[in-house]
């Protein structure tokens, strides 16, 4: 039926309106994100498989806040090689820069299970062995992986961020790994990235209560949101039946960040959001009042959020 004129009327608005937010994000398009009083917050992409950054759509980034190499591992049956790590890895770190890209290292175990790994069968998987405590347990994955990362960012600069990282000894001991490797490929004259930043995810209540101390071994945090409210409030992520008690926006989670953020900050470390938190955009004002430094979202969400930035006080 035909529209009456009210009807019509309101239709015209809100394809004004549509088209006013259109030309008001192209226009931020290319952009940094700063806020009016002139603080520049870095929005970056989340990547979950190189072909992710397809989804860019010619919107500026500050680089990737975090690349999920999981999709590697999960991909077949079969462990990949050093030489297809090496090809991905490449590739992304490739089409981001010079940006910065920040490689999350192997975070399975929890509702993610490869079969090659002989992964035992777990009561509570997500309290199990998952994240860096896997990793660490098989050290021949865990060196192959570095290798990999430490070849495929040979000539440019690489972020290495550790998930689930409880204490400072998992630290020390990835460090250790590193070193390792960092050996075997000087004797073995093969040439690898030098400027490495070492990193953690924040996911864990115990890391955001020891953040302080963590923050004096590491270059820089990403708060993963995902998993930090499953922790906090706990609540198992995937369990559909307790999604009204999933509450990311929980006061408890909100002192998390805080509280992770202040123990970066006091000693002067970079501290991000990479977890599905970090695009909600009623919220994108608070993160930056408590003094986040970074967030990194999914290509679709990079431009709303910079609007929301641009538009604050
Ligand atoms: C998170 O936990 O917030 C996160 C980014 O990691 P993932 O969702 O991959 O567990
Ligand atoms: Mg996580």
Redo the contacts with the bound molecule.
């Keep these: 039926c035909e529209p009456d004129g009210v009807e019509e009327q309101r239709l015209k608005k809100l394809l004004d309106d549509e088209r006013e937010l259109a030309q008001s994000l192209d226009k931020i398009k290319s952009a940094d994100a700063y806020t009016a009083d002139g603080e520049r917050i870095a929005v970056l992409v ?1 990547i979950g498989k190189p072909s992710d950054l397809k989804n860019t759509d010619g919107v500026k980034f500050d680089g990737g806040g ?1 690349f ?1 190499s999981e999709f590697l591992y999960q991909s077949s049956d079969k462990k990949p090689t050093e030489a297809e790590q090496i090809a991905a890895y490449k590739e992304v770190i490739e089409k981001v820069y010079p940006n910065p890209v920040t490689v999350r290292t192997l ?1 399975v175990g929890g509702d993610k299970e490869l079969k090659y790994l002989g992964m035992k069968k777990e009561e509570n998987p997500f309290l199990g062995n998952r994240g860096i405590r896997l990793c660490l347990a098989n050290p021949d994955i865990f060196s192959e992986q570095i290798r990999s990362l430490l070849i495929a960012g040979e000539g440019k600069s690489l972020k290495i961020m550790l ?1 689930m990282v409880t204490s400072v000894s998992e630290i020390d001991k990835t460090r250790t790994v590193i070193d390792g490797v960092k050996k075997s490929l000087d004797e073995s004259g093969t040439a690898y990235c030098t400027d490495i930043r070492l990193g953690i ?1 924040i ?1 864990t209540p115990a890391a955001v209560m020891i953040s302080d101390k963590l923050a004096e071994e590491v270059e820089f945090f990403s708060i ?5 409210t499953q922790y906090t409030l706990a609540i198992d992520r995937q369990n559909s039946k307790l999604d009204r008690f999933y509450n990311p926006h929980h006061e408890a989670v909100l002192r998390m960040i805080q509280r992770t953020i202040d123990g970066a900050h006091k000693h002067g470390r970079w501290v991000g959001i ?3 938190l970090g695009a909600d955009t009623a919220l994108t004002e608070r993160f930056v009042q408590m003094g986040i430094d970074e967030l990194s979202v999914a290509p679709s969400m990079v431009l709303p959020v910079r609007s929301k930035i641009c538009e604050m006080e």
């Design positions: 989340n975090l999920r975070d998930p995810m996911e993963g949101t995902n998993d930090l990479c977890g599905e």
